[in-house]
């Protein structure tokens, strides 16, 4: 003839969990919940969509900008002259050697004389008399 199963259902399985129902009933609650929001961004994105594209219709229906006046012109023409002659303006010269000592010794005296006023200053150096002159 035939065989017979018998099967147990577990008692877990059987019984309801003490938050099952709230569990359950929250997750609904929160599908719902994402489900209208998906719906409402939606909408929001086609509205912005058509605000975009009526700003570059009347942006092609615009007016075009007012011609410059004669002034403004000249002005532009001016500005571009000096900047070219920025840019076609030689090079300056280029220092000697010895220029460039020169510059290096009377950099270094102004050093010199800063750092002995700085430490007068301090009180650290007492004011000396003026130094012999150099030969």
């Known amino acids: 003839m035939g065989?017979?199963?018998i099967l147990e259902v577990p008692w877990n399985l059987r019984h309801p969990s003490s938050n099952e129902s709230?569990?359950?009933?929250?997750?609904?609650?929160?599908?719902?919940?994402?489900l209208e929001y998906y719906v409402d961004r939606l909408v929001f994105?086609?509205?912005?969509k058509r605000e975009i594209d009526a700003e570059e219709q009347r942006k092609k229906n615009a007016p075009p900008?007012?011609?410059?006046?004669?002034?403004?012109?000249?002005?532009?023409?001016e500005i571009d002259a000096e900047e070219q002659r920025k840019k076609n303006?030689?090079?300056p010269p280029e220092e000697t050697e010895e220029q460039v000592e020169e510059k290096m010794r009377r950099e270094y005296e102004e050093y010199l004389r800063l750092e002995n006023e700085l430490l007068i200053a301090l009180g650290v150096k007492q004011e000396e008399d003026e130094p012999?002159?150099?030969k």
Do not use: G, M
């Open 3 to 5: 065989t017979l199963h």
């Open 45 to 48: 994105r086609e509205q912005e």
């Open 22 to 34: 709230t569990s359950i009933q929250n997750y609904f609650e929160r599908e719902e919940k994402r």
């Open 65 to 77: 900008p007012p011609e410059e006046t004669e002034e403004q012109v000249e002005e532009k023409r």
């Open 89 to 91: 303006a030689p090079p």
């Open 132 to 134: 012999l002159p150099e």
